[in-house]
């Protein structure tokens, strides 16, 4: 078997990879490698904005998993789209910037026993890399590589549903990132002028001619080779090889909620019943690698609307897409700059939250599901998304096969809490649906439709009307050496092995008030300061 030899073996070049690898391979007395199992990110889909449409569900970009089926969806299967490509979920995704509350961050302090992840630790993380359209304030930076500014569209529907939002009691804000996002407005994205910014792009090339830094794409993990409790680097297969990757310091994980822990456990580090189930000594027993999983759940209504034109109808007028490549080819705006969600909302579902627990993402479109073509009538969506689920999910592997896809189980819907939860949002839609400002276009509820009333029709509905919005985390989860489902610590190194950390959403004990790329990037930049501390005290 080839063997190359490293210092850092990086597993994953997604969110957390891409910058883990340029600040580790800043110092050239060590030499970093950095694996892929997808390909390059040069595909023109993927930088302009409206590509995700392309991306998610295309295995040339997409891992393409799909959910076991979901009793709180009353037994659908979903699709559960995850980066396959350099870039990893920030080539595919929303483009949301958002970091989430500052209790988030607290709480993880609390679980951890660790201040170092309370918000006031985390925000010059978050402000280092960042740059802020506005320039750098208290909380924000400016010069750094992850771009952050306003989309470049305006929709007449949208601005009409933040003044309903107003009129319902949420109040307007120009800015979700401060700690508190309470209020309504417009989602600022990882965009340059109107191009989607990818981690690869703002993190990896820049840096591709540094001499100690190796990128290997197409590169399938196979399993972690471990001697004793000391890993010693990864197996790969790569071109019908099988390769390993030495680490002669450390092998960091960073593939993310659901490649992580499956690696782990394909190396023999998991549970050990499911372990044993599937053929695969047990080499450390670490109950928690793959539980936990926890995602916010979005409850999609859609109402037709009259006297005013949404996305839908532009698409399907008379040279309609044609219009709207060319003001994009032109002026790199329009359409086709849209993240997946334009409008945002931060609010309470009812006055037992301390602060906000659901978030709105609306858009000037409708349809039945995702990749379905738009509906031929007027539409906007308005989708409401549990931040602080209580349900609790997993990710176990059902072959001993590296190729084969785990059994991911979200388990939404599945408390009393998370029900009740679902109940107050859609009431809650169909209440800002209801304010005057939306009265001149007359909208009808058509998703789920009003027939639904009652908490049980409102619980069945949001079965058969949800869906992920794709923001796994937890699935190796920080915590005490007394949390028993602690899969590191809070510096992120495995429990009960050397040479072993993971650094992606996966880490997370708890989910994020809101989107989670740019908390993962948040981690991924601590992790990097934490792992040169370690180097340098060894």
């Known amino acids: 078997m080839q063997t190359s030899k490293y210092d850092y073996v990086i597993v994953g070049a997604g969110t957390a990879g891409c910058l883990l690898a340029n600040r580790l391979s800043a110092d050239p007395d060590v030499k970093v490698l950095l694996l892929e199992a997808g390909g390059r990110d040069d595909w023109i889909w993927i930088r302009i904005p409206v590509g995700y449409l392309y991306c998610i569900g295309n295995p040339r970009t997409d891992w393409c998993y799909r959910t076991e089926p979901e009793e709180g969806l009353n037994g659908r299967s979903i699709l559960y789209a995850r980066g396959r490509v350099l870039g990893g979920c920030s080539s595919i995704n929303a483009m949301i910037y958002m970091r989430g509350q500052a209790r988030d961050y607290d709480e993880w302090a609390q679980l951890t026993g660790d201040s170092g992840w309370s918000w006031s630790s985390v925000l010059p993380v978050f402000r280092q890399h960042e740059d802020f359209f506005r320039g750098a304030d208290e909380v924000h930076g400016a010069g750094g590589e992850w771009r952050v500014e306003p989309q470049r569209l305006s929709w007449e529907i949208l601005d009409t549903y933040r003044e309903a939002m107003v009129q319902a009691g949420i109040p307007r804000s120009d800015d979700f990132n401060r700690g508190d996002n309470e209020g309504c407005g417009f989602f600022l994205v990882n965009q340059t002028r109107g191009v989607r910014l990818n981690t690869s792009r703002a993190f990896l090339r820049p840096v591709l001619n540094r001499p100690n830094l190796t990128v290997l794409t197409e590169a399938q993990a196979k399993r972690l080779r471990l001697e004793g409790r000391r890993c010693s680097g990864i197996e790969i297969e790569r071109d019908g090889q099988v390769e390993f990757a030495a680490a002669r310091i450390e092998t960091i994980l960073a593939s993310g909620s659901i490649g992580s822990p499956q690696i782990l456990q394909l190396s023999g580090v998991g549970p050990p019943q499911l372990l044993k189930s599937h053929g695969i000594e047990v080499v450390h027993a670490l109950p928690g690698v793959g539980e936990n999983l926890q995602d916010h759940l979005q409850l999609r209504m859609a109402f037709k609307v009259s006297n005013v034109v949404t996305l839908n109808r532009r698409v399907h007028s008379l040279f309609g897409k044609a219009a709207m490549a060319l003001e994009y080819a032109l002026f790199r705006s329009g359409p086709l700059t849209m993240a997946p969600s334009q409008l ?3 609010t309470r579902s009812s006055a037992a939250h301390a602060t906000p627990n659901v978030e709105f993402h609306v858009q000037p479109l409708s349809l039945d599901k995702f990749g379905d073509p738009l509906h031929p009538f007027d539409a906007f969506t308005s989708s409401v998304c549990n931040l602080r689920p209580t349900s609790r999910g997993h990710v176990r592997i059902k072959s001993a096969d590296p190729r084969a896809a785990p059994a991911i189980h979200c388990r939404y819907l599945t408390t ?35 027939q639904h009333r009652s908490d049980e029709e409102l619980v069945r509905a949001a079965g058969d009307i949800g869906t992920t919005i794709f923001h796994p985390v937890g699935t190796c989860k920080m915590g005490r050496a007394d949390d028993p489902l602690a899969v590191v610590d809070s510096r ?3 429990r009960g092995l050397a040479g072993l950390r993971v650094v992606d959403a996966s880490v997370m004990p708890t989910i994020t008030s809101g989107n989670t790329n740019s908390p993962t ?18």
Do not use: H, N, T
């Open 344 to 346: 945002g909302g931060f």
């Open 521 to 538: 990037l948040m981690i991924a930049e601590r992790a990097a300061k934490l792992i040169r501390e370690d180097r340098r005290a060894a």
């Open 416 to 450: 009393d809490e998370d029900r009740k939860v679902a109940v107050d949002s859609l009431r809650l839609a169909r209440r800002v649906a209801a304010q005057p400002a939306l009265a001149k276009y007359r909208p009808e509820e058509f998703l789920p439709g009003p």
């Open 492 to 494: 992120l190194r495995v």
